[in-house]
């Protein structure tokens, strides 16, 4: 059974930073495109990064570029977002989601719980 | 960026009826069009991939069709747990991005 379970939300202050992980189980973790996805309260969602499975290049959202950063460790099957110079926009849940195969263009099959993150001072 | 324009934003509908959203993309997306239901303080889960294939698992009241840049997604008799908030998702080019999303309530 696959399992996504992210972890390292909070309340941080505007301009801090913030690392959240998501623990994977249940797949080949190393031959799956990894995403970030958002959803600010009450409000839709919004694609945030991805990082492909065969050569762990990374994409992002021209909201994010430059102050988030992604990454995976597939020795241990954990996906990571870096999150620097945090806004009040930022706010919002953080869904960690696995892509259907090893590409960044790919449906996402599967979704963890999502954790929070409140940037409020 | 592709724009993902998803109507109506909300229905009600009776249970057993036929419910029917819209979602079209801003330029052709080909079938590169995904339908995702996200209940009250859930993840988002995949029902609808590549425009018309339902998922494994997932009910077989729910469909979708359309290709270019209109898309349909039908559910031929709406259920009780079927309240929830649809959304439509392009992943023909980056950066990858949603319709509005629609709030679906029994009446």
């Known amino acids: 059974e696959v399992q996504l379970l992210e972890s390292g939300g909070g309340l941080v202050q505007p301009g801090g930073s913030l690392r959240l992980s998501c623990a994977a189980s249940?797949?080949?973790?190393?031959?799956?495109?990894m995403s970030w996805v958002r959803q600010a309260p009450g409000k839709g969602l919004e694609w945030v990064s991805t990082?492909?499975?065969?050569?762990?290049?990374?994409y992002f959202a021209d909201s994010v570029k430059g102050r988030f950063t992604i990454s995976r460790d597939n020795s241990k099957n954990t996906l990571f977002l870096q999150m620097n110079s945090l806004r009040a926009e930022d706010t919002a849940v953080y869904y960690c989601?696995?892509?259907?195969?090893?590409?960044?263009?790919?449906?996402?099959?599967?979704w963890g719980q999502g954790t929070l993150v409140t940037v409020s001072s | 960026d592709i724009q993902m324009t998803q109507s109506p934003s909300s229905l009600s509908a009776s249970v057993g009826d036929r419910v029917t959203i819209t979602c079209q993309a801003s330029?052709?997306?080909?079938?590169?069009l995904n339908w995702y239901q996200q209940k009250p303080g859930k993840a988002p889960k995949l029902l609808i991939y590549?425009?018309?294939n339902v998922e494994t698992g997932v009910p077989s009241r729910f469909s979708g069709s359309g290709s270019g840049t209109d898309f349909t997604f039908t559910v031929s008799s709406l259920q009780p747990e079927d309240i929830a908030t649809y959304y439509c998702?392009?992943?023909?080019?980056?950066?990858?991005?949603f319709g509005g999303g629609t709030k679906v309530e029994i009446k």
């Open positions: 989601a696995k892509l259907v195969g090893h590409y960044y263009l790919d449906p996402f099959d599967y």
């Open positions: 249940g797949f080949t973790f190393s031959s799956y495109a």
């Open positions: 990082i492909s499975g065969s050569d762990g290049s990374a």
């Open positions: 330029q052709d997306i080909s079938n590169y």
């Open positions: 590549d425009a018309l």
């Open positions: 998702q392009q992943y023909d080019n980056l950066p990858l991005t």
